[in-house]
């Protein structure tokens, strides 16, 4: 079992930066894959970007792949999505997710068993 926790969201301008974190603990904690996933009101949860934890290859949207990063700190069992020159439309509610499985496909929800709260990001034009 994964328990993982959201932090750093919050309220900015377009163009503005802002990074947040994923914190995961548990007593088998093993992660193959992380990801960050968003939904705004009305709109299906999305894919945004994912991490193979251990050696480090990295998964992004379209829309993201030249603004944000996603990386981690093993030490730490943290993860961070960096998000730079935000728009309005980046605005919604960040979920991190985690699976143990190496078969999963990095940007389906499905693949992800355990699930953040999630934070919320406000980008105001």
């Given at each position: 079992q994964i328990q993982l926790v959201e932090s750093g969201?919050?309220?900015?301008?377009?163009?503005?930066?802002?990074?947040?974190?994923?914190?995961?603990?548990?007593?088998?904690?093993?992660?193959?894959y992380m990801a960050w996933f968003r939904q705004a009101p009305g709109m299906e949860r999305e894919f945004v970007a994912g991490i193979r934890w251990n050696v480090g290859?990295?998964?992004?949207?379209?829309?993201?792949?030249?603004?944000?990063?996603?990386?981690?700190?093993?030490?730490?069992?943290?993860?961070?999505?960096?998000?730079?020159?935000?728009?309005?439309?980046d605005t919604a509610v960040y979920y991190c997710a985690a699976s143990s499985d190496l078969r999963s496909n990095v940007r389906r929800s499905g693949s992800?068993?355990?699930?953040?709260?999630?934070?919320?990001?406000?980008?105001?034009?």
């Open positions: 969201g919050g309220l900015v301008q377009a163009g503005d930066s802002l990074r947040v974190s994923c914190v995961a603990s548990g007593r088998s904690l093993f992660i193959y290859a990295t998964y992004y949207a379209d829309s993201v792949e030249d603004r944000f990063t996603i990386s981690r700190d093993n030490a730490k069992n943290t993860g961070y999505l960096q998000m730079n020159r935000l728009k309005p439309e992800y068993a355990y699930w953040g709260q999630g934070t919320q990001v406000t980008v105001s034009s």
